[in-house]
């Protein structure tokens, strides 16, 4: 009966029902969890949507809202018993409307981050939410993840960057609040209560994103720096130099470059001596004549004379910018490569960077001896990716085994430093396990009657984010 409602309404393309078919929508991108789907269900547009959602409802039947599946916490793979429809977006992809004057993208939630940024820059403006998997995260998943990435340093997270949201509600009711004012004070800012959900109050169909103005003078470099604590200098100079130029910050560890020098091709470092920890500055202003090239030569020179830096270089085109980034980029595929890894997606004030690297590195390193540890990321907003390699030799799986263990004791430093325990990836069924720890009390009971307002049965995206 419910399949057979549901094939009526969307037709041989919009649902997927052979295994052989639904393997790539079952499993999360880090192969942790392979999940069973009773079905992929492919709605051609939001109408559709909501009257499969409908459907569902009407037989208690659960869903998984997809969008790219590139979720770093399984927040998006479907349980193992056969119960639960993989909901993809993938064919609301359409942009709906862009105003370079009012700076905001109307879009809906299966087009690819990419796909935003390309039609903001088509229309002389640009869509700053930058990360790695930009190529096939969409826009529905970053929403709901409230992903923050390399330019939350200067424009913050998703969550600052909508405006408008459309959802399909639990019971496939549509909410349209697609407006995109600046101003609009009328009672609960519902769309936030979406926006980091997870698809466990609803399913996000639509956005309103805010652009900003596109960059007219852009400069890149890479620099070697003997620690963290160097690091951390070199960004409070620029940051008190012009914060407002900052578009990204990011920090390296030796380990984690070797990795991706040994294990992604045509990756070269910029300088001849490879260094214990490395800084990417990114500075990019829409101003003519702002003069960013010689802030940079003059802040590194002056970084250089301090001993924060000890070698820079400063790219000469977009070839050379490309290049650079691709040594941060690469860093998940490296370590990926390089084996079994334990993520550790965590913030602390950035002030504390420093001491909780040394810290988490110690801690992590008593836990296990021979572990490898490669901390990266995202300096300048305070989440660094404390990720943990297999020890040389170790067999992948018995590492893996030890993930919980790790975690905690990694998180165990971010809560002396009044940290996070999830920066941008979320919850997903992942970190579910710790939401009463990090949580519980007025918090996660809070979350737990608001879920129970929006989805009484329980049916959206089961087992992620509440325990
Ligand atoms: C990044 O910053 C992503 O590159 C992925 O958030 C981090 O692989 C990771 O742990
Ligand atoms: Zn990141």
């Known amino acids: 009966m419910l399949l057979e409602a549901l094939t009526s309404l969307l037709g041989p393309r919009g649902l997927i029902t052979e295994p052989a078919d639904t393997a790539a929508y079952s499993e999360d991108w880090r192969k942790l969890y392979r999940g069973q789907p009773r079905a992929v269900l492919r709605p051609a547009d939001v109408g559709e949507l909501a009257a499969a959602v409908k459907i569902c409802a009407a037989h208690g039947a659960r869903i998984v809202p997809q969008g790219g599946n590139t979720s770093m916490v399984g927040g998006a793979t479907p349980s193992a018993d056969g119960t639960e429809f993989i909901l993809s977006l993938a064919r609301l992809n359409r942009i709906r409307a862009i105003d370079a004057v009012d700076q905001t993208l109307t879009i809906e939630a299966g087009a690819t ?134 578009q990204a910050f990011e920090y390296m560890s030796g380990l984690g470059m070797d990795f991706v020098l040994k294990n992604i091709p045509g990756t070269t470092l910029p300088f001849a001596t490879p260094a214990a920890h490395y800084a990417l500055v990114d500075l990019a202003t829409p101003r003519p004549q702002a003069g960013l090239r010689a802030a940079m030569e003059q802040l590194l020179e002056a970084a250089l004379e301090a001993g924060d830096i000890g070698d820079a270089a400063i790219a000469e085109s977009e070839a050379q910018r490309a290049a650079i980034w691709r040594l941060r980029e690469e860093h998940t595929e490296a370590q990926k490569r390089e084996g079994a890894s334990v993520k550790n997606d965590v913030s602390v004030p950035v002030s504390k960077v420093p001491a909780f690297i040394a810290e988490a590195t110690a801690a992590c390193q008593a836990l296990m001896p021979g572990i490898r540890v490669v901390p990266f990321g995202h300096m300048g907003d305070g989440n660094i990716h404390f990720n943990l390699a297999q020890p040389v030799g170790m067999d992948g799986a018995a590492f893996l085994a030890r993930d919980h263990a790790i975690m905690d004791t990694v998180c165990a430093v971010v809560r002396r430093y009044d940290g996070s325990f999830s920066a941008e990836h979320g919850i997903g069924r992942l970190k579910a396990y710790m939401m009463p720890d990090w949580r519980g009390g007025a918090e996660l009971a809070v979350m737990q009657r608001i879920k129970a307002a929006l989805d009484p049965a329980g049916t959206m995206n089961p087992g992620k984010v509440l325990p």
């Not at 009672?187 to 652009?211: D, H, N, S």
């Not at 200098?233 to 940051?239: I, V």
Request: with cysteine; hydrophobic share 45%; glycine share 12%.
């Open 113 to 246: 981050l990419k796909a935003a940024q390309t039609a903001a820059e088509a229309a002389g403006c640009m869509f700053p939410l930058s990360i790695g998997s930009e190529g096939t995260a969409q826009i529905g998943g970053i929403l709901s993840t409230n992903a923050g990435g390399n330019n939350t340093v200067r424009y913050g997270n998703a969550r600052d960057l909508v405006l408008g949201l459309e959802v399909v509600l639990p019971d496939g009711e549509i909410w349209n609040g697609l407006r995109r004012l600046r101003k609009d004070n009328t009672g609960y800012c519902l769309r936030q209560l979406f926006v980091g959900a997870e698809g466990t109050l609803g399913v996000i169909t639509a956005a309103v994103l805010k652009l900003v103005p596109r960059p007219t003078e852009r400069e890149v470099a890479l620099c070697a720096v003997p620690s963290p604590e160097a690091a951390l200098a070199l960004f409070t100079r620029f940051h008190r130099n012009d914060p407002a130029a900052i």
